[in-house]
């Protein structure tokens, strides 16, 4: 195989601003802080940073959701940049990591500060969720929509709840999923959350709370559903060559996944069992020197828990239809069990921070700064799986060259 | 919320004007198209024209949603129907004159119309035995 050129990258520092609920900050400041924080814990200066990249800045969704600009960012802290991204569309919201691993691996770029932004707490106030309709505003008559939106929006499926509710039960229908197994993605979420100070939900949370809470959209309750918050993650990509003077471990890429073979629809996909999970876990595992049975610490995406479940079996640490015994009980995805599982809590405890907050958290493992979630066992690599339905990516990532 | 009719869609969402479904189909390839483009995806002909189909489907998943995401909205059932003609066509619907608890995974449907403004909303319902 030709050069896996992401490897020419690692994750040399980490930052989170604030994270909460209802903070009534700006994006902007909160993304500042987050940036300042990883700027620093990388061991560099503002002015080492020559590349910026986000997901998904300008151009979608509304600003809480989108977080401020790149422009806006880099006008911030006067940064003078070889190379700058941002968007909304890739594989996932982690995009902006992989489009910032090549930049460095071409050489358009030493040091790139990659940001991702949410301010759907203070947004939301005490609206409540809205889905996709509170996004794009009401007030004007009926709204009118093209795009993909069209064939769903006009029946009340406003909400990528709405869309992964018929993910679930296409699975209870062929796998027999239950809800006391998907149950286990938010109750091993909470218990890693009690441990996490930056979590938004840290209470205990029981099998019974969890069955008996409020449907949103059959089978998935509220426990399935991530949690809107406020709050910057901020990484550091730099070239390789760096990782020797840095002056935390760098977790180095070792690859990425990114492929989206099938339609790129919510329901057009040619599988509603999987969608476009199975092709960024096939193509990552393809550039892998590495297998499922090498990652010693998982961080998924559970902005619905039934992602996480798909998440589990497309990247094989179980086969197809089998993540609903994988996970019962919860000892096997517990920070104590052969896989440990969103050990932050998650989105549907941390906090929606959108798939920088578990790739965060990747990094936080691998360098042994959990404190008290803290898995046993010195981990050296972690899988961060970001996104579902026909949007997904993933990246492998390691204490040490691969 | 409703769809902005263009000059590619507006037959699918006026179909219902005589109670039939249509969708694109290939003169060429004879694979039906859905969401309406331009030109065949699958043989890239320039020959895709809208043909009238049976309107019966197989219920390939369902939600029933409880959240009220706009104000005023009650319990509504999503579905998500594969066509009889051709199997990877799916549209996402309403499924209704169906109670809740005789949904089912695979059930057989045929479509029926809601006339909203200058639109036919396909929605489906339980097939006739």
């Not at chain 1, 940073?49 to 977080?67: E, H, K, N, S, V």
């Not at chain 1, 070889?82 to 691993?101: K, L, M, S, T, Y």
């Not at chain 1, 906090?351 to 578990?358: A, E, P, S």
């Amino acid at each position: 195989m030709a050069e896996l050129l992401e490897r020419r990258a690692v994750i040399s520092g980490i930052g989170q601003s604030a994270v909460g609920r209802r903070l009534g900050r700006t994006d902007l400041d909160l993304t500042v802080e987050a940036a300042l924080a990883a700027i620093a814990d990388a061991g560099l200066h503002r002015d080492d940073i020559d590349g910026l990249a986000t997901y998904p800045g300008g151009g979608m969704g509304g600003a809480a959701f989108a977080g401020p600009t790149s422009p806006d960012v880099q006008d911030a802290l006067r940064l003078r940049l070889n190379w700058h991204d941002g968007g909304g569309e890739g594989p996932g919201q982690i995009r902006a990591v992989f489009a910032a691993c090549l930049a460095v691996a071409a050489g358009l770029a030493r040091h790139v500060l990659v940001y991702r932004t949410v301010t759907e707490s203070t947004s939301q106030g005490a609206g409540g969720r809205q889905g996709i309709a509170g996004a794009i505003g009401e007030g004007r008559g009926v709204p009118r929509f093209g795009g993909s939106f069209q064939w769903m929006l006009p029946y009340g499926a406003v909400s990528a709840a709405n869309w992964l509710a018929l993910v679930a039960q296409r699975r209870v229908h062929d796998y027999g999923l239950r809800r006391d197994q998907l149950a286990q993605i938010a109750l091993n979420g909470r218990r890693n959350a009690a441990l996490n100070p930056n979590a938004v939900y840290r209470e205990p949370l029981s099998l019974e709370d969890y069955l008996g809470a409020r449907m949103i959209t059959t089978p998935l309750c509220l426990y399935d559903c991530d949690a809107p918050c406020d709050g910057s993650t901020a990484v550091i990509v730099s070239h390789v060559d760096y990782a020797p003077d840095a002056p935390k471990p760098a977790c180095h890429v070792h690859a990425i996944g990114t492929a989206l073979r099938g339609r790129p629809s919510w329901d057009q996909f040619d599988d509603m069992t999987t969608m476009s999970a199975r092709d960024a876990a096939a193509s990552m595992w393809a550039r892998a020197d590495l297998g499922p049975q090498d990652v010693d610490v998982a961080q998924l995406y559970d902005g619905f828990s039934i992602l996480t479940m798909v998440w589990l079996e497309e990247l094989g640490f179980c086969a197809k239809g089998e993540s609903g015994a994988f996970v019962e009980g919860g000892s096997r995805i517990a920070r104590s069990g052969s896989l440990p599982l969103n050990t932050s809590g998650g989105q549907l405890s941390g906090g929606r921070l959108h798939g920088f907050g578990l790739l965060h958290e990747a990094c936080v493992q691998l360098r042994g700064e959990g404190g008290d979630r803290q898995v046993t066992g010195d981990p050296e690599v972690a899988v961060v799986a970001n996104g579902g339905g026909p949007i997904a990516g993933s990246m492998l990532l390691t204490r040490g060259v691969g | 919320m409703l769809p902005r009719l263009d000059a590619t869609n507006e037959f699918f969402w006026t179909s219902g004007a005589d109670g039939v479904l249509r969708l694109q189909r290939c003169g060429a390839c004879r694979r039906y198209a859905h969401p309406p483009v331009p030109r065949c995806p699958y043989c890239l002909e320039d020959a895709l024209a809208p043909e009238a189909v049976s309107g019966r489907g197989r219920l390939h998943s369902f939600t029933v949603n409880h959240q009220q995401w706009i104000p005023g909205s009650d319990h509504y059932v999503v579905g998500l129907v594969t066509l009889e003609e051709q199997h990877d066509v799916r549209l996402m619907t309403n499924i209704v004159d169906c109670a809740e608890e005789d949904l089912a995974v695979d059930m057989a449907v045929e479509v029926v119309f809601e006339p909203v403004e200058d639109v036919w909303l396909p929605l489906f319902k339980p097939a006739r035995t």
